[in-house]
């Protein structure tokens, strides 16, 4: 089960979380010589970039990706990387080497195996992996009854990354297979407003991954998880 921790505001969340990342990259790179950062789209993350992007450590070490990534140009509105150029990838952290999940074929079907073909390169365990979470209960792109979410969240499916079309949101995506995700020495999931906790509570009690794909990572063993939550 999940260590859950809550934060009195959002400044202080993300002040200990990007500390809390930092010093796991510079164990890292200290250790191995490298690190790797697997990090979540959308908008709950942006002033946590922004605050990791001002964290003192050599990132010409660190590769980061994303755990997803709309099928859009990078230059799109919608598109998670442009996102993490913004706020993240920015003064010397734009020294680290970043693995885009968008590629220029048609759909994320045709582009999964060139994604697959550059996600090899990645350090796996990952030092930290960040996720958030949906309203459904989501995380990542694994949306519950797309038609891969199956495949997805099976832990020997081989597969790095899969190309989902979620039922209940636009767009098609890309998203990290659950083996992934969770070959992390470290997952965070963030959290943010009444609304998510009442989410993450609903999660708890059950243990249904398509209903809710979130308790696939919630109800493992195989990876320590912090829930960061604020109102």
Partial sequence: MANFVEFSGTAVLNQNLAGKIADALREAITLRGQASLIVSG????????????????????????????????????SSNEKMVRNSLLQGEVAKAT???????AGSAS????????????????????????GDDGHIA?????????ALALDLHSGKRC???????????????TLPVLLNSQRIYLL?????????????VKGTDQNEMPVRAILNQQQTPVEVYWTA
């Fill in 162 to 176: 899969m190309a989902i079309t979620p039922l209940t949101a636009p767009l098609e995506r890309i998203t990290l």
């Fill in 42 to 77: 959308g908008r709950t993350p942006l002033e946590l970039f922004r605050y990791l992007a001002r964290q003192q450590l050599d990132w010409r070490c660190v590769m980061i990706t994303l755990s997803d990534e709309r099928w859009v140009a990078s230059d799109n509105g």
């Fill in 110 to 133: 045709a582009g999964q195996a060139a994604i697959e073909q550059a996600l090899s390169t990645l350090p796996l365990p990952a030092d930290v992996t960040l996720l958030g979470m």
């Fill in 191 to 203: 959290l943010a407003g009444e609304s998510k906790r009442e989410v993450y509570d609903r999660a």
């Fill in 141 to 149: 792109s694994l949306f519950p009854g797309s038609a891969n979410l």
């Fill in 98 to 104: 970043f693995i885009a999940l968008k590629n220029p």
